[in-house]
């Protein structure tokens, strides 16, 4: 089991910034694809970013250049740097890990197996 709970979220201005955090714990050894999920105020959840156990990672391409993944792998935490944020940005964010490596698929949500609670994310103009 692996259990994962997402902090930093908040609202900010438009071409604000902000830092996710999503804390794993269990047996994250087991985990391999890592991402960030989030899902629009009466929209369907969508990927974001994806890291996979190599350090590779994917981007969606609404948030390519605007929003990095990174892991440390002491602290056990998954980030999500956000910057120059926009309204359309506004949503619950969540985090999500994998028993398998990252693939095409990373951006669907039956490619993970664990997900935390969410944190809310809102951008105003």
Known sequence: QVQLVESGGGSVESG???RLSCLASGYTYSQYCRGWFRQPPGKEREGVAALD???STSYADS???RFTISRD???NTLYLDMTSLKPEDTGM?????SFKYCSESWSQESEYNNWG???QV???S
Do not use: P
Not at 93 to 97: E, F, I, L, P, Q
């Open 93 to 97: 964010y969540y985090c999500a890990t």
């Open 73 to 75: 792998r002491v602290k």
């Open 16 to 18: 604000g910034s902000l």
């Open 122 to 124: 809102t951008v105003s």
């Open 53 to 55: 156990a190599d350090g």
């Open 117 to 119: 609670q969410g944190t």
């Open 63 to 65: 948030v390519k250049g």
